[in-house]
């Protein structure tokens, strides 16, 4: 079965263009024709300036409950994460799944129709496994199928509360015990249509030394250097930068996305970049956590490749995390244009679906995943803009998303918003009851 899609205006692999007919087959692409002009009564018409599904990078579910509660007041990241772990006690499968479907909800609403769910609530809250080990991990896998989006499912090994100390509190749901356990619990996830099952390493000071495995040929992401006080601890303990032990431990490389690489030495910044590694940065929550401004551009012309995560989801909006890597660099550097809008689309887009294992994704072009996101164009935000990729990085908000096709099927329709608010409001409520 086909579906036909007629689109006002879009932005394809060679530029933007008008009056594009798409054709969908089986979830791809089959015909992309711009400037059609013969009849299109058959056609689905989305009315805008029509962009690839957006790739969300780096995402912990449930931070999502935060929002509106941990920015009150003084503090720093560890401060933050004595709140965040108050949420992690609180939840189990059928809550965690309530919670995780309405934030896929509200990604899917901005135009997401990816994410890399970096998942490491593995457990009851004393540590001991679910009868279904994996209870958590396919809660979270089928939120995501029901709220219409492709997951990369970041299973996460977290053995450690700080280099040398064991898990305490709340963190025993996070602990397999050692690597060969976690490996072994992993073995139980299957990839399965839209679901794909990646990797990662909490960081360096959640797995030791010892522990840090690679991850042949999947997705391996990492929290790197997201604070000073983990360089700090790592100098001390292993005589070298997180980035330095990586190299060593043989975790860097083509599949290996760096989330946050926020304070880097000159050096780590050449051995990304040598790796070809991804660094994704998350601007909305670096921000709000006070972490700081990372070196975005140093990386890409070192050789690495920008993705973008929302992270703790204080903010979801990809559009949001695009041009504030931009306007952190001018903030940084007291100088304009280090990315173009088109560089960091791709981040969002090609870039970001690479680095989540969708190597199909994030291009309108024949043999792609079918994935559409249609901005408004007379918006109080886009009016004007020129309806181009600037319109795309440099004015709109996921605000203005009034159609999100997902694998060739129509998932957030306009007035779908009120919808996700309700069922974010009920799911966020549950957990704080």
């Known amino acids: 079965m086909s579906e036909r899609y007629l689109l006002e205006r879009a932005v394809l692999p060679d530029g933007v263009a008008d009056d594009v007919l798409v054709t969908v087959a089986d979830g791809r692409f089959a015909a992309v ?17 029509t962009v690839p599904g957006l790739a969300n990078c780096h995402s912990h579910a449930f931070h999502r409950a935060l929002r509106g509660r941990t920015q009150r ?24 799944f309530a919670l995780a479907r309405a934030v896929y909800r509200e990604m899917a609403a901005t135009g997401i129709t990816c994410v890399g769910e970096f998942h490491y609530l593995h457990h009851q809250p004393d540590g001991t496994p679910y009868a279904d080990p994996n209870a958590m991990g396919h809660a979270l896998t089928e ?13 996460t090994l977290y053995l450690a509360s700080g280099i040398g100390t064991p898990p305490e509190g709340v963190q025993r749901r996070f602990s397999d015990g050692d690597a060969d356990t976690w490996a072994g619990r992993v073995a139980g996830l299957e990839d399965r249509a839209g679901v794909l099952v990646g ?21 391996l992401h990492v929290h790197l250097s997201e604070q000073p006080a983990e360089n700090e601890q790592c100098l001390e303990a292993y005589g070298m930068t997180p980035t330095q032990l990586l190299a060593e431990q043989g975790l ?8 946050h690489a926020t304070h880097l030495t000159d050096t780590d910044i050449r051995l990304l ?21 990372g070196p975005s551009r140093a990386l890409h012309d070192a050789g690495a490749r920008l993705t973008l ?30 990315w173009t809008a088109a560089e960091l689309l791709q981040a969002a887009t090609v870039t970001g679906h690479e680095s989540l294992g969708w190597a199909d994704a994030g291009r309108i072009a024949v043999g792609q995943r079918a994935d559409l996101v249609t901005l408004a164009t007379s918006s109080p935000r886009t009016a004007g803009t020129g309806s181009d990729e600037s319109s795309v990085v440099f004015a709109a908000t996921g605000e203005d998303v009034n159609h999100v096709v997902a694998d060739g099927k129509i ?17 966020i409520g549950a957990v704080w009851a």
């Open 33 to 49: 024709v711009p400037g059609f002009t013969g009849p299109a009564e058959a056609a689905t018409r989305l009315p805008g300036l």
């Open 73 to 96: 007041g003084r503090g720093s990241f560890w401060t933050w994460r004595e709140q965040m772990y108050a949420v992690a006690e609180r939840l189990d499968p059928d809550s965690y």
């Open 143 to 155: 939120a995501a199928r029901e709220a219409g989006i492709r997951i990369t499912l970041l299973d």
């Open 199 to 219: 990797a990662a390493m909490h960081s360096v000071r959640a797995v030791p030394r010892d522990q840090l495995r690679p991850a042949a040929g999947k997705p």
């Open 252 to 259: 860097l490389g083509a599949h290996t996305t760096a989330v």
């Open 273 to 293: 970049g040598e790796a070809s590694a991804y660094a994704d940065f998350c601007p909305t929550t670096e921000r709000d956590l006070g972490d700081g401004i």
């Open 309 to 338: 995560g929302s992270d703790s989801h204080a903010v979801i909006d990809l559009f949001e995390e695009m041009r504030a890597v931009e306007l952190d660099e001018r903030l940084a550097t007291e100088q304009r244009g280090h």
């Open 411 to 427: 998932v957030i329709r306009p007035g779908d918003r009120q919808d996700v608010g309700q069922e974010l409001a009920e799911a």
